[in-house]
């Protein structure tokens, strides 16, 4: 069984700290890893997605892989009240094919 | 572009009506899914197609019909439904980039069923 499990929620932070989720799996065949970002009542929406062991940046967001350890953390840097939302952790196997399996997320609350 | 259309925004039907739900991509991407979402829940995986055939079905209730007429539109045909279908469904698409496959979602179709 192929499981994808994040930190439990809420988070909040207060604007302009850093925000660091974190999500570990349990299949080691799994090869793409991505954390969407859900505002209330729309869909996921891609926000980073990450392949290789280390760190990746895309303006204030960073994901970080660790592939022995099973283990994608995303950390937003300087975070603002439309942060706000709560976040997908997903993992694609190529062995899974066109699956990909989904963390039950976590809700963060960015204070101003 | 990585936009994935969806149609209607929005739907209410009665448990004996027949509808259909409308997704389109025109990215080329080869892989297409229907979800169901609930509130506070991750999306919820129905059916993958695959090259338009159908790949994988998540033992959903035949009262869901899935069709991909081809490689750019994907429907789901509704009837017969109970108010506990009533979902967010959540319309997407992926490709492989070389460094793995990305999906895309759509702004999804609200129903609700009474």
């Known amino acids: 069984q192929k499981e994808v499990e994040q930190n439990s929620g809420p988070l909040s932070v207060p604007e302009g700290a850093i925000a660091s989720l974190n999500c570990t799996y349990s299949?080691?065949?799994?090869?793409?890893f991505f954390w969407y970002r859900q505002y209330s009542g729309k869909s996921p929406e891609l926000i980073m997605s990450?392949?290789?062991?280390g760190d990746k940046e895309d303006g204030r967001f960073t994901a970080q892989l660790n592939k022995a350890s099973q283990y994608v953390s995303l950390l937003i840097r300087d975070s603002q009240p439309s942060d706000s939302a709560t976040y997908l952790c997903?993992?694609?196997?190529?062995?899974?094919?066109?699956?990909?399996?989904f963390g039950t997320g976590t809700s963060l609350t960015v204070i101003p | 572009d990585t936009e994935v259309t969806q149609t209607p925004k929005h739907l209410v039907m009665g448990m004996t009506n027949k509808k259909s739900l409308k997704c389109e991509q025109h990215?080329?991407?080869?892989?297409m899914y229907w979800y169901k979402q609930k509130a506070k829940k991750p999306p919820e995986l129905m059916f993958v197609?695959?090259?338009?055939?159908?790949?994988i079905n998540e033992s959903v209730p035949s009262r869901f019909s899935p069709e991909c007429p081809n490689s750019s539109l994907l429907n789901l045909h509704l009837h017969a439904l109970q108010p506990e279908d009533s979902a967010l469904y959540l319309c997407?698409?992926?490709?492989?980039?070389?460094?793995?496959?990305?999906?895309?979602f759509g702004p999804g179709t609200r129903l609700l069923v009474l």
């Open positions: 997903a993992v694609n196997s190529r062995l899974a094919g066109n699956q990909f399996y």
């Open positions: 299949d080691r065949g799994s090869q793409s």
């Open positions: 197609y695959s090259y338009e055939k159908l790949s």
């Open positions: 990450i392949y290789s062991n």
């Open positions: 997407a698409s992926s490709h492989n980039s070389g460094t793995g496959e990305t999906q895309y």
């Open positions: 990215m080329g991407h080869r892989a």
